[in-house]
């Protein structure tokens, strides 16, 4: 009898454990704000809508590794020149569950940022930057598969003069709402 119920309780256990792993994948909405200028000239504009997507796995309750893709937004002068930017990153996420529904997440990993220049009068040109990434947020489970989400990132961007070809780096911030399906 006590190995009959050594086995269910380490089967309960082991169905419990399974239950926070697995892959999931996401979109996210939100708005981006890069600190980089596309010339010389004051900016009018630094903030842009944009939309995202993830993938990732989950290796327990606390441990997530995801890669997501997100417009960090647009930065655009008083001459009409726009500085734009993308970035590709992939981080170790860290989740802190409060309840059955509700759970806190920070990460952190390396992003790489592409930053297009267009614009008659653009001074910089685009360039890319590999940089630290950084987060946090809060996720609302609906249900065991779908979760809401709510963020803030961090990446590193850069411009580059189009003369002299010396790269200004900056940072973008990018708030976002998301939801993420678990499979």
């Avoid at 454990?17 to 708005?31: I, M, N, R």
């Avoid at 000239?41 to 796995?57: C, E, F, P, T």
């Avoid at 790489?112 to 609302?140: D, E, F």
């Amino acid at each position: 009898m006590k190995k009959i119920a050594a086995v269910v309780m380490l089967s309960a256990a082991a169905s419990a454990f399974a239950a926070d792993e697995g892959f999931y994948a996401g979109v996210t909405l939100g708005s981006g704000k890069p600190h980089v200028t596309p010339s010389a000239a004051a900016l009018s504009k630094n903030s842009d809508s944009m939309y995202g997507g993830l993938v990732g796995y989950q290796y327990n309750k606390n441990v997530a590794l995801e890669a997501q893709y997100t417009g960090v937004g647009k930065a655009t002068d008083v001459l009409g020149n726009t500085a734009k930017g993308d970035a590709l990153s992939l981080s170790v996420v860290g989740l802190l569950p409060l309840n059955d529904s509700f759970e806190l997440l920070g990460k952190v990993g390396v992003a790489r940022a592409k930053t297009t220049v267009s614009g008659l009068t653009a001074t910089n040109v685009g360039t890319s930057r590999t940089g630290l990434t950084y987060g946090i947020g809060a996720q609302y489970n609906v249900n065991q598969n779908l979760g809401l989400r709510l963020g803030y990132d961090r990446y590193a961007v850069a411009t580059a003069s189009s003369v002299s070809g010396i790269k200004t780096n900056g940072n973008a911030s990018v708030m976002t709402v998301g939801a993420v399906y678990k499979f």
